[in-house]
C-alpha cells in the first residue's frame, strides 16, 4: 500500500466558482480514492482591480498499487508527499506496465493538443557512433553497473532526420547526464534507397528510476522494458516520480491553455 498527502488547489476569480470546484474535487476524491480532507487553507491574492480566489486542501489517499498512485498523479496534478511505504518492490511486468501506462497517458494528450517536451539538442559533440553500435561494456561492466543500483533498461524510439549519424548523435547527445549510461544502440531505416533517416532505434542503456520515468514521458518510446525479475523503489522514488509527472502533465495542460 502506498499513503500520500497529496495538495489539491483551485484557483480563480471568481469565489462562488473556486469554493464549488474545490467542493467537486473533494467529492470526487472521495468517491474514487476514500480520501480524507486533512485541512483547507484559502487565499485572496489582488491584482490591481482583479482579485483571484485560490483554495489548497491536503488530502489523505491511500493506494492499492503503484500503477493506481500513478494514475492519480497523471490525472490530478498534486503536489505529493509520500508518508509509506519506506521501500515497494515491483516486478519486471508491474513497472513494465506503468512505464506503458506513462507513454500514453503523455501520447495521448499531445496526439489531441498537438504539443509535448521538446527534446531536440542544439549542442554539438564529437560522437563515437561505431562504438555505440558495437556496444561499449561488456556484461561483466554492465553488472557492476547494476550493482552500483542502476537498472538495464531497453527502449526502441521512432527517429526522423538527414542520417543515421545524425538522429544516433542527436540521441546520445540529449540523454548525455550522469544518471544515464549508454551501452549499445541498433538502428532500422525504412527508407533503405535514401539517405536521410526514417525508422527505429533500440538502444540498451542503464539508468535509475527516475530517468527511467524521465525517458518514457519526454520521448514516448514505441517500446521499453526493464532487464530484471524486480526492481526496488525507495519512499524518495516514489515521490520524486511521482511529482515529476504530476508536474510534467501540469505544465503541457498550462502550456495548451496559455495559448488558446
Do not use: W
Not at 506513462?102 to 494528450?109: N, R
Not at 526522423?160 to 544502440?185: M, P
Not at 534507397?193 to 519526454?218: Q, R, S
Request: hydrophobic residues 40%; glycine residues 4%; charged residues 35%.
Amino acid at each position: 500500500m502506498i499513503k500520500i498527502h497529496a495538495l489539491e488547489e483551485v484557483k480563480g476569480n471568481s469565489k462562488e466558482i473556486v469554493e464549488k470546484e474545490f467542493e467537486n474535487l473533494a467529492n470526487e476524491l472521495k468517491e474514487k480514492y476514500n480520501a480524507k480532507l486533512k485541512y483547507v487553507d484559502e487565499d485572496i491574492e489582488e491584482d490591481e482591480n482583479l482579485k483571484f480566489y485560490t483554495k489548497i486542501g491536503e488530502f489523505e489517499i491511500n493506494f492499492d498499487n503503484f500503477k493506481d498512485y500513478i494514475n492519480f498523479c497523471l490525472k490530478y496534478g498534486a503536489d505529493i508527499e509520500v508518508i509509506k511505504p519506506e521501500k515497494l518492490k515491483l516486478t519486471a511486468n508491474e513497472i513494465n506496465e506503468v512505464l506503458a501506462l506513462v507513454i500514453s497517458a503523455f501520447k495521448s494528450f499531445m496526439d489531441t493538443y498537438k504539443i509535448g517536451f521538446d527534446v531536440y539538442v542544439k549542442e554539438k559533440k564529437d560522437i563515437d557512433v561505431e562504438g555505440y553500435k558495437k556496444g561499449k561494456y561488456d556484461e561483466d561492466e554492465i553488472a557492476d553497473f547494476e550493482e552500483e543500483g542502476f537498472i538495464r533498461v531497453k527502449a526502441v524510439f521512432e527517429a526522423i532526420g538527414k542520417n543515421e549519424n545524425e538522429v544516433v548523435k542527436n540521441l546520445l547527445i540529449s540523454l548525455d547526464r550522469d544518471e544515464i549510461i549508454i551501452n549499445k544502440i541498433i538502428t532500422k531505416n525504412f527508407n533503405e534507397n535514401n539517405e536521410n533517416f526514417n525508422g527505429l532505434m533500440a538502444v540498451d542503456l542503464l539508468c535509475n528510476p527516475f530517468e527511467m520515468f524521465e525517458i518514457a514521458y519526454k520521448y514516448l518510446p514505441v517500446a521499453i522494458s526493464i532487464q530484471r525479475d524486480e526492481i526496488e523503489l525507495s519512499l524518495a522514488d516514489i515521490q520524486d516520480i511521482g511529482n515529476e509527472l504530476s508536474g510534467a502533465m501540469f505544465e503541457l495542460s498550462h502550456a495548451v491553455i496559455m495559448r488558446k
